[in-house]
């Protein structure tokens, strides 16, 4: 399994930026997935999720700002991030989960597979 993100650099304040997850999963479909952020110092916090129906959910400092999707067919995941804020800032993580784990969503430790990061910096 791999998951390989892509799509962030260097915004200003307001601004917009796409990141997209290419995962290499056969029953892709299946799995529940993730966007996690992080920073030094602090423990990774889980930024939106989105099942295997397309349910979403999102942790409320990004609800109304952020936007979670995915397309099977091409095994990707998406997040669009708007209005972005300094405190956005961070390394952000897909990640996936097997049908089977459960648990609290925004938990890190409930994931199986993550990708490498990809940095955000608003400024």
């Known amino acids: 399994v791999q998951l390989v993100e892509s799509g962030g650099g260097s915004v200003q304040t307001g601004g917009s930026l796409r990141l997209s997850c290419a995962a290499s999963?056969?029953?892709?479909?299946?799995?529940?997935m993730g966007w996690f952020r992080q920073v030094p110092g602090k423990e990774r916090e889980g930024v939106a999720v989105?099942?295997?129906?397309?349910?979403?959910d999102y942790a409320d400092s990004v609800k109304g700002r952020f936007t979670i999707s995915r397309d099977n067919a091409e095994n990707s995941l998406y997040l669009q991030m708007d209005s972005l804020k300094t405190e956005d800032s961070g390394m952000y993580y897909c990640?996936?989960?097997?049908?089977?784990?459960?648990?609290?969503?925004?938990?890190?430790?409930?994931?199986?597979?993550w990708g490498q990061g990809t940095q955000v910096t608003v400024s």
């Open positions: 989105i099942d295997r129906d397309g349910v979403t």
């Open positions: 999963i056969d029953t892709y479909s299946t799995y529940c």
């Open positions: 990640a996936a989960r097997r049908p089977a784990n459960g648990g609290p969503w925004s938990l890190w430790t409930r994931y199986d597979y």
